[in-house]
């Protein structure tokens, strides 16, 4: 006899990770290529000493500093060990095995596999023919089951940003005892007007969380730290369902630290919005479709020569995020990396 594992894994796809190629440049995750914010990185040294003890579980320090930057009571926040594992929190605060959740598709990777992981129904619905979410086929697929929605904004990997007019529209639709997450991973690099901020909506409404991450503007991903500002008893919720100090004690003190380094954030979320329309008009000069784009990288939504693509991005030593048969996405990175990239663009033939 062999140990037997869950059946229902076999047929679960693997995350797949944005590769790492020697010697080429990654455009292929959605990290930052500046590094963590200057300051932040002599924080992170102190911290080292430090790391023979347990981090602080309640992880108090980061929560009140979130609390008052954000206008909420510390108790509606809950800190994770990145968003990603903050989406598996809420899908396990929130559902059992009957119980259905609804996201959008092609959105973030990782909803359909923590729905499954946690054992909870998916419900993915597509997005229009503008590569944006469909709101209206969202609230459609609302069912008595449906304990939970991902609304990713900007979308990952599309790019595309909801307006706050029709995001309240589209809430006023949701049953009030459903809960709507709203994805904000990228929330530092939108500079449209008309967008709406995920934490200003949670305040006001009893069943909207919105979740954010250190990983992307900040900078941070290898330190793994996000957080959402939920409905308070879905706060507490989100805390038992946490695996013990998962949080770790560098994540938080470079999380606190990164807060205060807000200048040095303007200047690089700046510099990455002016590279983003400078690299999507210069795509849309050769004749690529792209769609506008609130985040940190772009869509080219090329179908079948998507793999194409891809390999003639490889051979130009410049590793991009492919899905196949679908589009590729392409991570802004720093000037030189760009270029490389529109170059390798520019000779690929459409
Ligand atoms: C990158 C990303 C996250 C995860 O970020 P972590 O905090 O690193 O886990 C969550 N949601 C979306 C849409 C992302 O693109």
Redesign the pocket.
């Known amino acids: 006899m062999t140990v037997r594992t869950r059946a229902d894994l076999d047929q679960l796809p693997a995350y797949v990770a944005g590769r790492t190629v020697p010697g080429s440049i990654k455009l292929a995750s959605?990290e930052v290529s500046g590094g963590p914010l200057p300051s932040v990185v002599e924080a992170i040294g102190q911290a080292a000493t430090e790391v023979h003890r347990y981090p602080d579980m309640g992880t108090t320090k980061l929560t009140e500093a979130l609390a008052s930057r954000l206008h909420v009571a510390p108790e509606r926040i809950a800190v994770g060990c990145?968003?990603?594992?903050l989406?598996e929190q809420l899908v396990l605060a929130t559902c059992t095995a009957e119980d259905e959740v609804v996201f959008p598709w092609r959105s973030?990777e990782a909803y359909p596999i923590i729905t499954r992981v946690a054992g909870a129904r998916q419900v993915p619905v597509p997005l229009t023919g503008d590569h944006a979410l469909d709101l209206d086929a969202m609230a459609a697929a609302v069912t008595p089951a449906t304990r939970l929605m991902f609304v990713?904004t900007p979308n990952?990997p599309t790019g595309t940003l909801l307006r706050r007019a029709e995001l309240d529209a589209f809430l006023d639709r949701i049953p009030s005892d459903v809960l709507v997450v709203l994805?904000e991973?990228y929330w530092e690099f939108v500079t449209d007007p008309d967008a709406p901020d995920g934490v200003e909506i949670a305040r006001n409404r009893d069943n909207v969380a919105s979740m954010r991450?250190f990983?992307?503007a900040y900078g941070l991903?290898g330190l793994?730290v996000?957080y959402a500002v939920a409905p308070e008893h879905v706060a507490a919720a989100l805390r038992k369902v946490c695996i013990p100090f998962s949080v770790n004690a560098i994540a938080q003190v470079a999380a606190l630290a990164s807060l205060e380094a807000q200048d040095e954030l303007k200047a690089r979320c700046d510099s990455v919005v002016a590279e983003r329309v400078r690299v999507r008009d210069a795509l849309l000069e050769l004749g690529y479709e792209v769609p506008e784009t609130q985040a940190n990288f772009v869509w080219l939504p090329l179908g079948d020569r998507t793999q194409a693509f891809n390999e003639h991005c490889l051979e130009n030593r410049v590793v991009v995020r492919a899905f196949v048969g679908d589009g590729a996405r392409v991570t802004i990175g720093l000037p030189e990396e760009n270029d490389a990239f529109l170059a390798a663009a520019r000779t690929f033939q459409q």
């Open positions: 959605n990145g968003s990603v594992s989406c973030f990713c990952n994805d991973a991450t990983s992307k991903a793994r996000g």
